[in-house]
């Protein structure tokens, strides 16, 4: 008896958090959804009705960790991007944040998501703003006509978080909008 209530806490200890669904509704599109871990906070701040969103995501200390999502789609007659269009999308981000940073180089990765193409990159800031946060990955991902960015921000030891959060970008998804009942 001893030996199954062990093993039992043991596989709860090991089942990841349970996320709480974050639906993002797009115009005209489906909805972009984000699967927040448990403790983490997530809000949709849309200033107006026909800019695309940004998402905040915090995780359990704020002050260490968040994460902002901005999804985009193609206006006019653009057309859905290409996986070189995200590369060279985050490569330049990467161009303009690179003066500001400690490493020499920063190096783009393949985000390696299922379904979906995605580059990042990670640096950290030689002269954080007092209250700023000292390491940032950014990146972006394409998922059909929609391009979603985002940045992590992370103060402390930032391998654990980012690979929380990077988890995050990698599991979003899109989905039929809801009807308003």
């Known amino acids: ?3 199954t209530a062990a093993a039992l806490v043991a596989l ?3 089942l990841p958090a349970l996320a709480a669904e974050l639906r993002v509704p797009l115009p005209n599109r489906d909805d972009l959804v984000i699967d927040v871990p448990d403790g983490w906070h ?3 701040q849309r200033p107006r009705a026909d800019l695309p969103p940004t998402v905040a995501i915090t995780g359990p200390n704020a002050a260490t960790l968040q994460v902002l999502v901005t999804p985009l789609w193609p206006t006019g007659g653009a057309k859905a991007p290409t996986p070189d269009d995200i590369r060279s999308m985050v490569q330049r981000s990467a161009d ?8 020499p180089e920063l190096k783009l990765h393949d985000l390696d998501a299922t379904g979906k193409v995605g580059y990042y990159f990670s640096a950290t800031d030689a002269a ?4 700023g946060f000292k390491s940032m990955s950014q990146g972006a991902v394409g998922m059909g006509e929609l391009r979603v960015t985002f940045t992590i921000l992370v103060n402390g030891e930032p391998a654990e978080p980012t ?3 990077l988890a995050l970008v990698r599991s979003m998804r899109r989905a039929p909008g809801q009807k308003a009942p």
Not at 96 to 103: D, F, K
Not at 128 to 131: A, M, Q, V
Request: no cysteine; hydrophobic share 40%.
């Open 1 to 3: 008896m001893l030996k």
């Open 12 to 14: 709860i200890l090991a």
């Open 42 to 44: 997530g809000q949709v």
């Open 96 to 103: 303009r944040i690179r003066p500001r940073a400690v490493e």
């Open 128 to 131: 954080p703003e007092p209250g």
């Open 163 to 165: 690979s929380q959060a």
